[in-house]
């Protein structure tokens, strides 16, 4: 039995996180689907001024939303199982910069639309750091 690495750790710890970040996503997907039924379109559209593209933008965001959700979890599942065992680390390194990327992707799109907030820069940081320890996790079990 080999010694795990703190790198290892990191990414069990990290795993952790997606799990319980990427199970309240996709609780909360679930509940505005459900809950919204509580307001109807008509009172959607009333109280974004008259648009009608309100139920359909809050629609794709509760999407993207249980999107985001069922990533976390498979990495989060993936992360644990190759902290266990680094050499399972190919697809959570490969989900990690896919995660990393949306969230960069994220972060751009809140400076160029004029609506920068501090948590799309906190965002990228978990993604990073995963992606960064199953790097060091792949070099290990690659000497």
């Not at 080999?2 to 319980?20: E, H, T």
């Not at 970040?21 to 307001?39: D, E, M, P, R």
């Amino acid at each position: 039995m080999s010694k795990s690495s703190g790198s290892q750790l990191y990414i069990k710890i990290i795993s952790i996180l997606n799990l319980i970040g990427g199970a309240f996503y996709i609780l909360i997907g679930i509940i505005g689907f459900f809950g919204k039924g509580f307001v109807s379109n008509e009172e959607l559209i009333e109280k974004a001024g008259g648009d009608t593209s309100a139920p359909a933008a809050v629609n794709v965001f509760l999407i993207v939303l249980i999107v985001i959700g069922l990533l976390s979890l498979i990495i989060g599942i993936l992360g644990i199982r190759a902290a266990n065992d680094p050499s399972k680390i190919g697809p959570v390194f490969t989900l990690a910069v896919v995660s990393l990327g949306i969230s960069v992707i994220n972060l751009f799109v809140g400076i160029f639309g004029g609506n920068f907030s501090i948590h799309s820069l906190i965002e990228c940081i978990p993604p990073a750091l995963m992606t960064w320890c199953a790097s060091n996790v792949k070099k290990q079990s690659n000497l």
